[in-house]
């Protein structure tokens, strides 16, 4: 959906630092959200942090913590201050990371708000975050302290502030499986239950899809409705701009369908004292678009034809890290230099194809591989087709068609099953 993915990710698990250690052994059951601003133009960026809070519950993953589950255009990395040793990873992209590929970048500076969860240790504990380019070097980063005494650590999540919820899907504790949360956006008090319908909608859309159906067990599933005071959601072109949950508007970086919003905090206000790990924003409107940012949110909108085919699309981006299988531009995407081999598991510029589907192709296959016109070949024929990660040439995907190219497609390709299924297992197996 997006024109230049930072949802990109390669799933490959990296190599551990430190050896594995209980959850219990370095934290207590709580969460600290970390909202940070990150800045700068196509020259120079910063991170600063911007506030630390304490949500009640902690709804991630208690094991594999010092792995990287991906390798993403950013990460996170806590260390227990007093040994040194490595506790927690994680990563993530950003719509900032994205903004300084635009033409704006060079010639205004911005800052952009970001929140990340990370389990809430028991002793004070040093936070080092890092950005990084598309060659993969870091451009910023920033090291803190997090004191779990610090009386400033704003305490959020109470019971009677809790936002309205309800449970779609239960299928365990927020310890044993992964919390989505589906946010409302531009739903007035008055469409509360159409807002809950729709949700259903897009719970059902995604369970309709491997590998999240045989794997459905290790998921729950939350409707959160965050009011809004106008119905609908804005649209700076025609000149609407609506009071909404989290200000969301379509056109980012000028672009007609691209729907995001950069009030990132209001997203995870609406949601503190809910246990959640990935989020789901819906908007209330039939106009086309979307957007997904690994590790960050999920937005589309919630009436238009496509909309099934669509949130599932963009929870491919938020959760799984894939990229985009389509191309519209002859020219190289600044996304994806051809020297280097991108993040995604489900794009390869072959610089490296040994670390992506190599292992799926059957020896013979030619390099491009002809596209497949056989119905029953189009989506299970693995091979490597031109054209993908929003450039016609030096890009490649994995089949002819796939759910993260066209909406027409009724799955994800083997190559995208397989990059899930690896991170849904990651997250829940012990």
Request: glycine share 6%.
């Amino acid at each position: 959906m997006k024109r230049h993915l930072l949802a990109a990710i390669c799933i490959g698990l990296s190599a551990f630092a430190g050896q594995a250690q209980n959850f219990d052994d370095y934290f207590v059951n709580k969460t600290i959200r970390a909202d940070y601003i990150f800045s700068g133009n196509s020259e120079a960026q910063a991170i600063c942090l911007d506030e630390l809070s304490s949500l009640p519950q902690w709804a991630g993953r208690r094991h594999h913590l010092s792995e990287l589950p991906l390798a993403g255009n950013g990460e996170i990395e806590m260390k227990d201050k007093a040994s040194g040793k490595i506790i927690y990873r994680t990563s993530f992209s950003s719509l900032f990371q994205e903004w300084i590929c635009e033409a704006e970048a060079k010639k205004v500076t911005r800052g952009f708000e970001n929140t990340f969860l990370i389990p809430f240790p028991k002793n004070t504990a040093t936070v080092t975050i890092r950005l990084k380019d598309v060659y993969h070097k870091e451009t910023a980063s920033l090291t803190h302290e997090i004191d779990p005494k610090d009386i400033l650590i704003h305490q959020r999540g109470d019971e009677a502030s809790i936002t309205p919820h309800r449970y779609l899907l239960k299928s365990g504790s927020e310890e044993n499986c992964i919390d989505i949360a589906i946010l409302a956006e531009g739903y007035t008090k008055e469409e509360t239950e159409l807002f809950y319908k729709d949700a259903q909608t897009a719970c059902e859309a995604l369970f309709s899809h491997e590998p999240f159906k045989k794997l459905k067990s290790r998921f729950n599933v939350v409707a959160v409705f965050s009011e809004s005071k106008d119905s609908g959601v804005s649209i700076p072109r025609q000149n609407e701009w609506k009071k909404t949950a989290v200000s969301s508007h379509f056109d980012t970086f000028y672009s007609d369908r691209y729907l995001t919003t950069r009030s990132v905090k209001a997203i995870h206000n609406w949601l503190a004292g809910i246990p959640y790990e990935h989020i789901i924003i819906l908007a209330n409107t039939d106009t086309y678009g979307g957007g997904g940012i690994y590790n960050s949110y999920t937005l589309t909108t919630a009436h238009h034809p496509m909309f099934k085919p669509v949130v599932v699309h963009e929870f491919g981006h938020s959760f799984g890290g894939l990229a985009d299988e389509y191309a519209y531009d002859a020219a190289p995407s600044p996304q994806y230099p051809y020297s280097i081999e991108p993040w995604e598991q489900n794009i390869t510029t072959l610089a490296d194809f040994d670390a992506k589907w190599k292992d799926m192709v059957e020896p013979g296959t030619p390099v491009p591989t002809p596209v497949q016109t056989e119905k029953s070949l189009i989506y299970t024929k693995v091979g490597v087709y031109e054209g993908a990660g929003y450039t016609q040439k030096g890009i490649y995907r994995p089949t002819t068609e796939c759910r993260m190219k066209i909406n027409e497609a009724p799955v994800f390709c083997p190559v995208c099953q397989r990059a899930l299924e690896k991170l849904i297992r990651f997250y829940t197996d012990k």
